[in-house]
């Protein structure tokens, strides 16, 4: 019966789960502070964002670029990170700050695990961008790095047309061998700014755009990161705003402060009486099917159907992955 259930499992998410990266957290770092980027290593978060775009004022982004090439340069000698994952927010193509942020970091020996390119907002910037890529890192060194994508959506135009978007970056990987794209962020400031809206700690302003912004990640098996909470002091809201994410569908969060992480990455875990709930109902879905009934069933007093058992087995699933790959 276990095969029943694997079969299941097939269906329940399309993603290629081999080398999965669990990004409930996604902590930016300036990259411009040396004594900030000395802390790299110990900070215990998902995936750790050395940042050269909007976290990094102007006068310091040639600085920030010779800091952080310098930190992939020397790598090895960083020792073990504590962080899953090591990536690098460059500025977007249409800042014009793109290639400069690029050609500085491709003279590095370590490429970071994943490149995260901001506001990308037309289809044909994607053709801009893998040529920048292209041009300073080569074409080889690119398709046989292990380095992964993630875009960010951040403009009204953007997530209009996201289904475009994500298939183009995603065939630039197929067809031309770019980074594969793992992952989008939605960048709820700029979008907010883009279309004069006045942001707030609830986030109604961007509930319809969070929504779709999701929905279109997870049609194309892509994991999808909420907007960041910028009041720092506000951990209650922060943590009522990730666990409404998590509950649409949102793989993680961004975040701006070591005290927000914890709170993040609890609320992207399923709580333990909800693990309990899943994995009683996956048993008893098993027993059920054993006895060869009808797969909709009564448990605990409620109905449960396919789409319940699918439920189920996601909370199982990605507590497995997180622990898995951690
Ligand atoms: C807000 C700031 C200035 C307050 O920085 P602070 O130093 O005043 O804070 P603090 O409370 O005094 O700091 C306490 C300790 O934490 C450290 N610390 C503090 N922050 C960090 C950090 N991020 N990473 C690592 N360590 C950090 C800090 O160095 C200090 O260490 P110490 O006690 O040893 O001296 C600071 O937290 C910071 O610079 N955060 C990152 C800001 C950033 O990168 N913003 C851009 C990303 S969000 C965005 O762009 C939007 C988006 C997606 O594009 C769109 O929605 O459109
Ligand atoms: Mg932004």
């Known amino acids: 019966m276990r095969s029943a259930i694997r079969a299941f499992s097939t269906n329940v998410t399309k993603t290629d789960r081999k080398g999965f990266v669990p990004r409930r957290a996604l902590l930016y770092v300036p990259g411009s502070s040396e004594k900030v980027l000395a802390k790299v290593p110990k900070i215990k978060v998902d995936s ?36 899953f994952e090591l990536g ?8 014009g700050l793109l290639a400069d942020d690029v050609k500085e970091l491709s003279k590095a020996k370590h490429l970071p695990q994943v ?13 801009a961008i893998w040529d920048i890529f292209k041009t300073n890192y080569g074409a080889e060194r690119i398709q046989n790095s292990k380095s992964r994508l993630i875009i960010y959506i951040e403009s009204a135009r953007a997530l209009l047309d996201m289904p475009r978007l ?7 990987h197929k ?8 992952g989008v962020v939605f960048g709820s400031d700029d979008f907010c700014a883009d279309l004069g809206m006045s942001r707030s700690n609830e986030g109604t302003e961007t509930l319809y755009a969070r929504q779709r912004f999701v929905t279109c990640c997870k049609a194309f098996s892509l994991q999808a990161i909420d907007s960041v909470y910028i009041d720092i002091k506000d951990l209650d809201g922060l943590r009522r705003q990730s666990i409404e994410g998590k509950a649409w ?21 399923p709580p333990p009486d909800k693990i309990e ?4 109902l996956i048993d008893e879905y098993i027993k ?6 009808n797969t909709v069933l009564t448990f605990r007093g409620s109905m449960v159907d396919r789409p319940v058992i699918l439920q189920a087995m996601n909370i199982v699933q990605t507590v497995k992955y997180i622990q898995e790959s951690q």
């Open 48 to 83: 750790l964002v050395l940042e050269l775009e909007d976290g990094c004022p102007l006068a310091s982004k040639a600085q920030a670029r010779t800091n952080i090439a310098a930190y992939l340069d020397d790598l090895p000698s960083k020792g073990d990170h504590a962080c």
């Open 88 to 95: 690098v927010r460059v500025n977007s193509v249409s800042s």
């Open 115 to 127: 490149f995260l390119v901001p506001k990308v907002d037309d289809p044909d910037e994607l053709a």
């Open 166 to 172: 994500l298939a183009t970056t995603l065939n630039l």
């Open 175 to 182: 067809n031309a061998g770019f980074f594969k794209l793992d």
């Open 249 to 269: 569908g949102f793989d993680g969060k961004q975040c701006i402060h070591p005290t927000q992480i914890p709170v993040i990455q609890e609320s992207f875990l």
């Open 277 to 280: 709930w899943a994995k009683a």
């Open 288 to 293: 059920h099917e054993n006895e060869q009934r």
